[in-house]
C-alpha cells in the first residue's frame, strides 16, 4: 500500500523554538507539497517542491522553509515557531504532470502542531 | 489562494439518502478534483475530472463539471454512515507550471443512521 508518512501526529512546541516536520514518501513521486489547513480558511499551500533540492513558494511561505534533499523526503521547518503556527500540516505527493495526464494527491495522516 | 468554493457548508441528511454537493471556481481549469477528509486525518483522493469532461462515474460517485459556469458538483448515491466526512474540491488552474492544487474550505456531510 502506498504511503506519505508524517513523522509525528501531534506535536507541541514552545515559542522560538525550530520545528521540523518530516514527510517521506515510497511511491517515487516528483512532486511533494507542504499545506496547512485551519477551520474556516481550508487548505493554504505553504511550500512545494518538483524535485530533488528544487523548491516553490507557494500562497503563504512567510515563517517556514523546506528542504528536499533526497526525493523521498521534504522537510518544513519552523524557523522561530510563533503561536499563530499552531495547525495541522499536510504533506502530499503527486506523480507529474505527464503527457497531458494530471493525478491525484496522495495525503499523510497529518501533523497537529500546538505552539505554546 | 482560495478558488474553489463548496456549497453547502454543511449537509446533514439520512442514510441512504442521496447527497449533493457543490463546488465554484473562478478561472479556467485543467482538471477539478474532489477529496474527503475524515476527522482528524489526512485528505483522500476520490475523483478528477477533466476541463474537457462533463460527466465521471466512480462506484457510488457522480461528479459533473460546467466549465461555462465555472462549476461542479459531487454526487454521493445510497448514502452510508461511514460517508461521513468533510469533502473538498481542488482545482489545477490550466496552462504549464506548477502543479499545486487550490483547495476549497470543504462541505461537512453528516450521515444520520
Known amino acids: 500500500d502506498v504511503k506519505v508518512t508524517q513523522s509525528s501526529r501531534y506535536l507541541v512546541k514552545r515559542t522560538g523554538e525550530k520545528v521540523f516536520l518530516e514527510c517521506v514518501q515510497d511511491?517515487?513521486?516528483?512532486?511533494m507539497f507542504w499545506y496547512r489547513q485551519d477551520p474556516g480558511l481550508g487548505l493554504r499551500l505553504i511550500y512545494f517542491s518538483y524535485d530533488v533540492k528544487m523548491k516553490e513558494k507557494g500562497d503563504i511561505p512567510e515563517g517556514y522553509s523546506v528542504s528536499r534533499e533526497k526525493k523521498e523526503r521534504f522537510s518544513l521547518i519552523l524557523e522561530s515557531a510563533s503561536t499563530n503556527q499552531t495547525s495541522m500540516y499536510l504533506c502530499?505527493?503527486?506523480?507529474?504532470?505527464?503527457?497531458?495526464?494530471?493525478?491525484?494527491?496522495?495525503f499523510g495522516s497529518g501533523t497537529r502542531l500546538t505552539v505554546v | 489562494s482560495q478558488q474553489g468554493e463548496e456549497d453547502p457548508q454543511a449537509l446533514s441528511i439520512q442514510e441512504g439518502e442521496n447527497a449533493t454537493m457543490n463546488c465554484s471556481y473562478k478561472t479556467s481549469i485543467n482538471n477539478l478534483q474532489w477529496y474527503r477528509q475524515n476527522s482528524g486525518r489526512g485528505l483522500v483522493h476520490l475523483i478528477l475530472?477533466?476541463?474537457?469532461?462533463r460527466e465521471k462515474h466512480s462506484g457510488r460517485l457522480r461528479v459533473t463539471l460546467d466549465t461555462s459556469k465555472k462549476s461542479s458538483s459531487l454526487l454521493i448515491t445510497a448514502s452510508r454512515a461511514a460517508d461521513t466526512a468533510s469533502y473538498f474540491c481542488?482545482?489545477?488552474?490550466?496552462?504549464?507550471?506548477?502543479?499545486?492544487?487550490?483547495f476549497g474550505k470543504g462541505t461537512h456531510l453528516i450521515i444520520q443512521p
Open positions: 511511491m517515487d513521486h516528483e512532486n
Open positions: 475530472i477533466r476541463s474537457n469532461e
Open positions: 502530499a505527493s503527486s506523480p507529474p504532470r505527464a503527457q497531458g495526464v494530471t493525478y491525484g494527491y496522495t
Open positions: 481542488a482545482t489545477r488552474p490550466s496552462g504549464g507550471g506548477a502543479d499545486g492544487l487550490t
